[in-house]
């Protein structure tokens, strides 16, 4: 069973805002990513994380930014949310080692920015 | 780079019948191929993957997909889908050092009775 967790599930928020999308996980992993889905389109990772204090941009470009302070804790901030980031967001973690078949994904959140 | 290409958006079929979610794959290098399912409401969860050894794969559920190498493909197939299959599948594609996968756009499974 995944023991990853997405918050908030859903979020409707006004352009302008600054919003923190939560992402934390149990099982102790150090990799962690950032993934962003639109509905018919390809899953595109926009950020991920080797471990504490380490976080890169994906193939994605995406104007939010991440923080790994925690190995547990890989929130998702938009300083300033427009419609353009209207999106289904994604959380994954994966188990260490060399080859890391394995991702654990979250619920998601759907993020709708008026 | 590697990508994926899932031909089929939506896939309808009955109850009982037999279903194949078709995906092809780019890449100069070796790779290591998965198919992810979503169920409404769920976040994604592993349904088989590919590293190397049989190119016949099976996974949970009854789904099970076959590596070929010369077609670039990695074709879902399952001989008797349920109701409850209903789900949107991915198929993914990363290269053998496995820094980050490639998802395809995904192709969703309607099942009716």
């Known amino acids: 069973e995944a023991d990853i967790y997405q918050t908030p599930r859903y979020l409707v928020i006004g352009t302008g805002k600054k919003i923190t999308l939560e992402c934390s996980q149990t099982m102790g992993h150090d990799k962690m990513y950032w993934y962003q889905q639109d509905p018919g389109m390809e899953l595109h990772l926009i950020h991920y994380?080797?471990?504490?204090?380490?976080?890169e941009k994906g193939d994605l470009s995406s104007e939010s930014t991440v923080s790994r302070i925690r190995t547990e804790h890989f929130p998702l901030t938009l300083e300033s949310a427009r419609p353009s980031h209207t999106s289904q967001y994604l959380c994954a973690s994966s188990e260490p080692g060399r080859v890391n078949e394995k991702l654990f994904f979250g619920s998601g959140t759907q993020l709708s920015v008026l | 780079a590697q990508s994926v290409t899932q031909l089929d958006s939506q896939v309808p079929v009955f109850e009982e019948a037999p279903v194949e979610l078709r995906c092809n794959y780019s890449?100069?290098?070796?790779?290591?191929l998965f198919w992810y399912v979503q169920y409404p409401n769920q976040g994604l969860q592993l349904l088989l993957k590919y590293l190397s050894g049989s190119t016949l794969v099976k996974g949970i559920n009854g789904f099970e997909a076959e590596f070929n190498k010369s077609q670039t493909s990695f074709h879902l197939r399952k001989p008797s889908v349920h109701i409850s299959d209903t789900a949107e599948y991915f198929c993914a594609v990363s290269n053998t050092g496995f820094q980050k996968l490639v998802f395809g756009t995904g192709t969703r499974l309607l099942v009716s009775p």
């Open positions: 890449s100069s290098v070796s790779v290591y």
């Open positions: 994380s080797y471990g504490v204090n380490s976080t």
